[in-house]
């Protein structure tokens, strides 16, 4: 027997120098085989994995073999996929090379003679026969060690297996007992087996052989015991349990968890080197460069257990264990066992964000709640799905609960939305911090405080467009307004806003035109086309003059008249009524002609309108209340105080008029009562006459005090020319 360290250098030294010339490989291989397939051979000195090229096998021509055999380019392990008959073909010459895909060869060839072996070569080392000479001592036989023999021993029948004999005289022998079992023996004493053995029907046998004389007396008187005994022969393989389910071992499982335990049985002789079954791992192998084996098995017991190399969650295993019986050694039958094992996951991973940070966000403070402010991802490495459910949450600032989480546990998505209204004066940004766990709990080491996503939400403050004091604009013209008249004026809700620049956006006629500044809206040429009962409406747009990205519109609806014919009939005078400047919440109520009989049989409505005149269109406002009447308000916030004729163009269906109003402005007290001028009282001087007098008198003082002060200089300058003798002496007393 070879020592396992001898064979163990000889596999090494191939691999280990694969430019060397491969020794030939020698392999039996019994015919026959009923085991099941593939049926691995041996282990093929092939070069390391790195080494590039695919393996070729070829058979006795040179060509690819397409026979039965075949080499598992994962363990190197030549296999033939079918029985063999050794009438068919006794031996077969391989090679096996690695070769590039233009045929250059990398490594070998590596000769393999594989040779079948003849179902009696089965039996080789057995004792076939035996040649018992037997004597008499002292009328006694002589005890015989038992004879064995192969079972199912391939040689014609019968077959001369001993020799009795009688040294003693002339005596015939025959079987005791024996008339119709596989063993005869003749009158000579030769001693034969009539068929082959089973040692599974029957084990042993006790011959017992009587010698008698001439006259049939038995002599000696006891039998001669000659035990047969059937050796067994190794003709059945190891047979492997059934392939069961998969094994589920969960993932980061220790080296030494046990795996299962493969009990493979041998129908031979218990206890004999045939039935001495031996296990070896084929697959999977070791990987380059991993510390150790995934799977550890026990060649003696049969038990895998877990190895050093890791495992990840997920993989389907398939190992392949090869039951060897004589011990293992040569000419050892074998099968191939295989037992399926899952890798099944388990909580070890933490869910992870797909980026740490988002690039900040721009919100305008008037973003409506609801709004979706971003999308994001996070990912769990773990198979399993209930590990892969999420739970998210805003872990950092947003303390007054401005924004919401909302997702699905399984998907993996979560959408950041607005809950309230934003403010730039209350916060100008917000920095979140989005955190995820998983919702199962975690296994292994410590998954730490979960992974975590800040968001950066800036808020833009926005300023409101420009607001228009109308949300839409109507004027009713005939269609002979002269060009230049003033139809009315656009202006902003707030007077104190920022100025507006103003502009037409379809007027496709060409028939109106808007001053840029004032929004005052003119009728910019003959109104040629237009049909009494036609409108007309354009787009006013309006922009902010210092933004002008802030713009509002409003549409502006002209009514065409029929053109008033030549006699205006006479229209009673509205009476003189007051509003108040600056302007107030009041207007006055302007009815249509009194009288018409068409209204009074009840054939329509009057449609009301300021006149063309331009100072009109913009002092003044006016608005239908019903088909009778009509209100008109200041249009301005300050009107100058005075009595002021409106002039108002009343239509109703084909017939129009024109009606004078008369408004006096003026100054109101807090009642809204009109504060009138005081005339001037009789007798009283009037502002002009007061003055004069002030002015004549403050003249006629200075007038006496120029006098006054050239009399006194005249008179002190005639005291200074008389002479000094001139002045008396006054004597003392």
């Not at 069961?244 to 004999?272: M, Q």
């Not at 919100?363 to 399993?384: C, F, I, K, S, Y």
């Not at 998210?392 to 600032?397: C, D, L, P, T």
Request: hydrophobic share 40%; aromatic share 6%.
């Amino acid at each position: 027997m070879v020592p396992a360290w001898l064979c163990l250098l000889c596999l090494f030294i191939p691999q280990a120098f694969p430019g060397a010339q491969p020794a030939e490989v020698y392999v039996d291989v019994p015919e026959n085989y009923g085991g099941n397939f593939p049926l691995y051979l041996t282990k093929l000195p092939l070069p390391r994995k790195e080494t590039e090229g695919q393996i070729v096998l070829s058979g006795d021509s040179g060509v690819a073999a397409e026979g039965p055999f075949a080499v598992d380019p994962q363990s190197g392990f030549l296999l033939v996929t079918r029985a063999l008959d050794r009438e068919e073909q006794a031996e077969y010459q391989l090679q096996v090379t690695v070769e590039t895909e233009d045929g250059r060869v990398l490594w070998g060839p590596q000769h393999v003679l594989v040779h079948v072996k003849d179902e009696n070569d089965q039996a080789s080392g057995h004792q076939a026969t035996a040649t018992v000479d037997v004597s008499i001592v002292e009328n006694t036989w002589v005890p015989l060690d038992p004879v064995h023999l192969a079972e199912n021993l391939q040689v014609p029948y019968p077959h001369h297996i001993a020799q009795v004999h009688w040294s003693g005289g002339d005596v015939h022998y025959h079987l005791e007992s024996q008339p119709l079992g596989p063993f005869d023996v003749d009158k000579e004493g030769k001693l034969y087996v009539t068929r082959e053995l089973d040692r599974e029907a029957q084990a042993e046998y006790l011959l017992r052989v009587r010698a008698q004389n001439t006259r049939g007396e038995d002599y000696p008187a006891e039998p001669l015991e000659l035990h047969v005994v059937v050796m067994d022969e190794n003709d059945n393989m190891p047979v492997c349990p059934p392939r069961g389910p998969a094994i589920s071992i969960p993932e980061l499982s220790p080296p030494g968890t046990k795996v299962a335990k493969l009990s493979a049985e041998d129908a031979d002789a218990p206890g004999s080197p045939n039935s001495h079954v031996v296990y070896r791992l084929l697959s999977p192998e070791p990987e380059e460069g991993a510390e150790g084996r995934a799977f550890e098995l026990d060649s003696t017991s049969g038990s895998v257990t877990l190895g050093a190399a890791p495992l990840q969650a997920g993989q389907n295993i398939l190992l392949q264990v090869l039951v060897i019986d004589l011990g293992g050694a040569e000419g050892g039958l074998s099968s191939t066992c295989e037992i399926a094992v899952t890798i099944t996951d388990i909580n070890d991973h933490a869910p992870e964000f797909t980026t740490s940070q988002i690039e900040p966000l721009s919100l305008p403070e008037d973003t409506e709640p609801g709004t979706l402010v971003t999308t994001l991802m996070a990912t769990d490495a773990d198979l399993e799905p209930a590990f892969r459910l999420m739970d998210f949450a805003i872990e950092a600032g947003d303390v007054e609960g401005t924004f919401g989480l909302d997702w699905e546990p399984d998907s993996g998505r979560v959408q950041l939305r607005l809950l309230k209204n934003l403010s730039y004066e209350a916060a100008p940004s917000h920095k979140l911090v989005v955190v995820v766990r998983s919702v199962a709990e975690p296994v292994g080491p410590d998954p730490g405080p979960g992974a975590t996503v800040t968001v950066t939400v800036l808020v833009e403050r926005v300023t409101p467009p420009p607001q228009l004091d109308q949300e839409s604009y109507e004027a009713s013209v005939p269609v002979s307004t002269p060009a230049g008249s003033l139809l009315l004026t656009i202006r902003p809700s707030d007077p104190m806003s920022n100025p507006l620049r103003f502009s037409l956006v379809n007027d496709s006629e060409g028939w109106l035109c808007i001053e840029e500044v004032s929004g005052e809206v003119h009728i910019a040429r003959a109104l040629q086309g237009a049909q009494p009962g036609d409108m007309y409406t354009v787009l006013v747009e309006a922009q902010d003059a210092d933004e002008p990205t802030l713009s509002t519109s409003a549409t502006l609806v002209i009514h065409f008249l029929k053109a008033p014919s030549a006699p205006t009939p006479t229209v009673a005078p509205e009476p003189s009524r007051h509003l108040c400047t600056p302007r107030q919440d009041r207007g006055v109520v302007v009815g249509g002609p009194r009288g018409d009989p068409d209204l009074a049989g009840g054939h329509g409505p009057y449609s009301f309108a300021l006149g063309p005149n331009p100072t009109a269109q913009r002092d003044w406002r006016l608005r239908a209340l019903n088909g009778s009447h009509a209100y008109l308000t200041l249009g301005l916030h300050w009107v100058e105080p005075r009595e002021h004729v409106v002039p108002i163009v009343v239509s109703h269906h084909d017939r129009v008029w024109q009606i004078q109003v008369r408004v006096i402005v003026c100054r109101c007290n807090v009642e809204g009562q009109c504060m009138r001028k005081v005339g001037r009282m009789k007798g009283m001087p009037t502002k002009l006459s007061a003055v004069g007098i002030l002015v004549g008198t403050l003249i006629a003082i200075g007038i006496f005090l120029i006098l006054i002060f050239t009399h006194l200089t005249l008179a002190r300058k005639k005291d200074l020319d008389q002479p000094v003798d001139s002045v008396p002496l006054k004597a003392a007393v």
